[in-house]
């Protein structure tokens, strides 16, 4: 049947745009798998999921980055001292909240395969807001140590989830842009933390200390996202409350027709033992997570850097804060440069590091009385939410099977939260020795990708030799892994 009358089950190569979708030989799926339905239908039913969905993701992902940044607003308004803070002190700050993602990711990682992954997130946002607003409560740095390791426990389930999710409502071509969507939130929250502890300082006439009312009015903030996420977000495309039965019908057709499931709750013992097995979307997820965020450091401790050029605390969040409009504008230039040149996304997220790259060595080497170039620098030392986009992105896309999808985008989480707790620990004094850290893991980052641009390019032309030789039918009750489909293609 023709495509302008009719859309038929087939699998396509992940893409963007579906004008640059590269040929790809229809799945085989049995006729009682076969759902028809008009582009009309699936442009009206894309329009509801990104009216309903999309939006509590983005509070929940912009409420997670507000609290992460209003531990540097804080420092720089009197934390530290306040807390009696010297040396490593607030270094632990950091890698004590990424000790309680790391050890609690490996706990979620199981349970978004048993549990309905929608409501346990909803769950645990009401929660680490509630941490988070306990964090204005501590006299000692002891006690605030403990606040954060909570926090971190509980908003380690955000980040998989948001691509879990992602996964089971959007086809692999509508996914990248989804994901730069709720990722931008974190350039937002950027600025907004930046002007809401700026007013914060300015207004506060109160006994509390001004970093004191921060972590309550961001605690508040998730609080409210937490239960909005809960309440509205359904457990899946069959049960979405705003959607018809016709239009829940085509929402779970959608997904099953790229060989995909969507949310199931079953631990597969199988795709486990695939992943240890030397996976390398398992492996490549992992080191992904920990590159990108190894080299952190410049946003993490931008405002205390300005500090350190002799900024007042005032003038740190005015010149900080357009670092998240630079942030959000790479976001969408990455975003972009995917929808023109979509089989390049590995080449495209290597020619992106060299922005964050050039804004670190700039820092590096300037002096104190360098003025604005020591601004800019910050600035585009920080750009590192586009590659997380990018990269995120090529993990929704390329990993299938339920367990393995899970336990792939914890790979990244816990990459994450390892680089976290490490980094922290070499950025003391002038900072020089974890700008100098940085320089060295951007490097390793670009020869990553490189390889997993030929690795992706390797294995789908083993794939094509393969498919002529095997008839393999999926049906929507097939639980397939990228490398048990044979009509399944990487994209890189």
């Known amino acids: 049947m023709k495509e302008e009358q009719k859309n038929s089950i087939k699998i396509e190569l992940d893409e963007i745009s579906s004008e640059n979708v590269g040929e790809v030989e229809p799945i085989k799926v049995e006729e009682t798998d076969r759902l028809e339905y008009t582009p009309e239908e699936e442009r009206a039913l894309l329009r509801k999921i990104d009216l309903h969905v999309l939006p509590l993701m983005c509070a929940i992902f912009f409420a997670q980055y507000l609290d992460k940044q209003s531990l540097t607003y804080a420092a720089v308004f009197g934390l530290k001292t306040d807390l009696k803070m010297a040396g490593h002190d607030f270094s632990w700050c950091t890698t004590i909240f990424y000790l309680g993602q790391l050890g609690a990711s490996f706990l979620f990682t199981y349970l978004m395969t048993v549990i309905p992954r929608v409501p346990l997130t ?31 426990a509980f908003e380690a389930v955000v980040q998989p989830a948001c691509v879990l999710i992602t996964s089971y409502w959007y086809r692999k071509r509508e996914q990248p842009m989804r994901a730069a969507v709720w990722i931008s939130m974190n350039a937002l929250a950027q600025i907004f933390g930046s002007f809401l502890m700026y007013g914060i300082g300015k207004t506060n006439s109160g006994k509390l200390e001004d970093w004191r009312v921060m972590f309550l009015a961001c605690g508040g903030i ?78 993490i401790f931008q405002s205390l850097i300005l500090a350190g050029f002799g900024y007042d605390k005032y003038e740190t969040m005015e010149y900080g804060s357009p670092a998240g409009a630079i942030q959000l504008l790479f976001v969408w230039i990455g975003v972009l440069a995917v929808k023109f040149f979509p089989k390049e996304r590995s080449v495209i997220c290597a020619c ?141």
């Open 122 to 152: 909803g769950a645990c946002v009401v929660v680490w807001s509630v941490c988070c607003m306990c964090l204005a409560a501590p006299n000692t740095k002891q006690g605030f140590w403990v606040g954060r390791l909570f926090l971190g």
């Open 222 to 299: 998730s609080l409210v996202a937490g239960l909005f996420f809960y309440f509205l977000v359904p457990i899946s495309p069959s049960a979405a409350w705003f959607l018809s039965e016709r239009e829940k019908q085509i929402a779970m057709g959608r997904i099953h027709e790229e060989s995909d499931r969507s949310a199931i709750n079953k631990f597969d013992l199988g795709q486990f033992k695939e992943c240890l097995n030397f996976d390398w979307l398992f492996y490549s997820s992992f080191f992904f997570g920990f590159l990108v965020t190894v080299t952190s450091g410049p946003i």
């Open 352 to 492: 992106l590091v060299t922005v964050p790259l050039t804004g670190t060595i700039m820092v590096l080497a300037l002096k104190k009385s360098s003025g604005w170039w020591v601004i800019v620098g910050s600035w585009l030392g920080s750009v590192i939410t586009c590659l997380v986009t990018i990269m995120i992105s090529l993990i929704a896309s390329n990993v299938r099977g339920n367990t393995k999808k899970s336990l792939c985008s914890n790979a990244f989480y816990v990459g994450y939260c390892l680089a976290a707790i490490i980094y922290p620990q070499w950025w003391l004094g002038t900072y020089r020795g974890g700008l100098i850290v940085t320089v060295i893991m951007w490097v390793i980052l670009v020869i990553l990708l490189v390889l997993y641009r030929f690795k992706a390019i390797r294995e789908n032309k083993k794939k094509d030799s393969v498919e002529f030789e095997t008839e393999q039918k999926v049906t929507k009750d097939d639980d397939f892994t990228d490398k048990q489909n044979v009509h399944h293609r990487y994209v890189y």
